[in-house]
């Protein structure tokens, strides 16, 4: 892998070292590196502008090789595209950045443009936020019975973002468009008043970017909870910052908590995002998912399936037996969502299918834990089974993982084929008029 060279804005080396973000203010000089004409940089500004950029020393430094650049699969991971916004958008940005655009002038500009990128999928500020004593409980969605997703304020950034990430509104900055609550004995006693609610995942923005004794205030309530069998942590840090679990100064005291919650005899599940095998070969990365694992805890592992970063069965297939082999649990292939810069990562379903079972088929049964390409609509996560004939009509045969209505999962039921297809929306019933979820309502829970 090739480091950085002196044009490094910090030219630290972070194994051992404080973390440090990089921001949309440091991209300039980022990417002079990658040998881009002012042109590309001023585009790549104005992306920027619009979906939040940020990054890391270690990222920079370990992970991404820059003699790749700009189709290193880790570069395009962190690093925003000029042609990842329609033309005319950016062209308008830059305008504005160029001519030093007074900061309002330009902030409106990118406001109407995250308007039209439809923020919030899957309803997730409208009809997943329960209600519960006088109000709603901030930070809070719970969508599948058994399950609460529980996002505390302190968690709402990551050691890095991903430019595929479907929670970017998250990182903007505008209220309206956040998620977020503070409140960790609300979570408890609601949970306590939903005795079907068996998981609490907390996650961000990244549940590792809070230090040990935040992440405590939220997780120590909930072992009081006898009917709480798993506590998950959705989390990136593994790839973007595993020195959290070993050189970190609360790294120890983390892996202490999780030794508690193992203790206090429920699973603790860690929800690591790895989207490309690279990240998994820096020696710390090992070193932390043994320390975490010598806790008791259990990694299952997560990502999406995204365009010019991992559409390559040989990319997953590495992945999955790597994982297996470090003691990990291959859990989701994920669909992109229908959000952000969808059209510039999506990948057809048809062809989202083909790398799933390419990869799936040359893995141990270890592996073969890992289920997709899923989608994580409105109604539930929807697993693409394939593509076949049946009575002479090209289908997609398709199941409900999880569902809002627990009756559907698990049943088969089928879409026409179509080559385009990148979502769920994107479909239409195949034998019948319509599809099972087509009469689910979404009263709010309370
Ligand atoms: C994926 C997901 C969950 C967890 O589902 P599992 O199948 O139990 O992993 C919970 N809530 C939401 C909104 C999800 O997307």
Redesign the pocket.
């Known amino acids: 892998m090739t480091l950085v060279n002196d044009a490094a804005p910090t030219a630290v080396r972070s194994t051992g070292r404080k973390f440090r973000a990089f921001t949309a203010k440091h991209l300039d000089e980022l990417t002079v590196r990658a040998g881009l004409s002012p042109e590309q940089r001023l585009a790549i500004r104005a992306v920027a502008t619009v979906l939040p950029f940020r990054t890391n020393s270690y990222v920079i430094e370990e992970l991404i090789d820059w003699s790749a650049v700009p189709d290193d699969p880790i570069y395009r991971l962190v690093f925003p595209q000029e042609d990842m916004l329609p033309a005319e958008d950016v062209a308008r940005i830059a305008d504005l950045l160029r001519r030093e655009a007074p900061r309002q002038e330009i902030e409106a500009e990118a406001n109407r443009i995250r308007a039209r990128l439809n923020p919030h999928p899957?309803g997730q500020l409208q009809l997943?936020v329960p209600t519960f004593g006088d109000g709603v409980v901030p930070g809070m969605?719970h969508?599948?019975d058994?399950?609460v997703?529980y996002f505390p304020k302190q968690g709402q950034t990551c050691h890095a973002y991903c430019t595929y990430c479907f929670r970017w509104a998250q990182f903007v900055g505008d209220p309206d468009l956040k998620l977020a609550g503070d409140d960790a004995y609300q979570l408890r006693d609601y949970i306590a008043a939903h005795p079907e609610v068996t998981?609490v995942?907390i996650t961000g923005g990244d549940a590792m970017i809070m230090g040990e004794p935040v992440l405590r205030r939220y997780v120590e309530p909930l072992l009081e909870l006898e009917q709480v069998e798993s506590i998950r942590i959705g989390t990136k840090s593994l790839a973007y910052w595993p020195q959290k679990f070993v050189t970190d100064p609360d790294a120890d005291d983390m892996l202490r908590l999780f030794e508690q919650v193992v203790d206090a005899g429920k699973n603790l599940a860690f929800m690591a995002h790895f989207s490309h095998p690279r990240e998994l070969e820096p020696q710390i990365v090992h070193d932390a998912v043994r320390r975490i694992r010598d806790t008791g805890a259990v990694i299952r592992t997560q990502a999406p399936l995204i365009r010019s970063i991992n559409d390559d069965p040989r990319v997953w297939e590495t992945m999955w037996r790597t994982q297996t082999r470090m003691g990990m649990v291959p859990?989701?292939m994920f669909v992109e969502r229908d959000t952000g810069p969808q059209d510039y990562f999506a990948v057809p379903l048809g062809r989202a299918w083909e790398i799933f079972r390419d990869a799936y088929k040359h893995v141990s049964g270890l592996a073969r834990t890992v289920r997709g390409p899923s989608m994580?609509a409105t109604p539930g996560?929807v697993c693409v089974d394939g593509v076949l004939e049946l009575a002479g009509e090209k289908v997609f045969a398709l199941h409900f993982?999880?569902c809002r209505d627990p009756e559907l999962v698990g049943r088969p039921f089928f879409a026409k084929y179509d080559p385009e297809a990148v979502w769920l929306d994107d479909l239409k019933p195949a034998f019948a008029d319509r599809f099972p979820h087509d009469d689910l309502e979404y009263a709010p829970r309370r």
């Open positions: 899957a997943n969605q969508k599948y058994e399950t997703l998981s995942l859990y989701y994580s996560k993982i999880q």
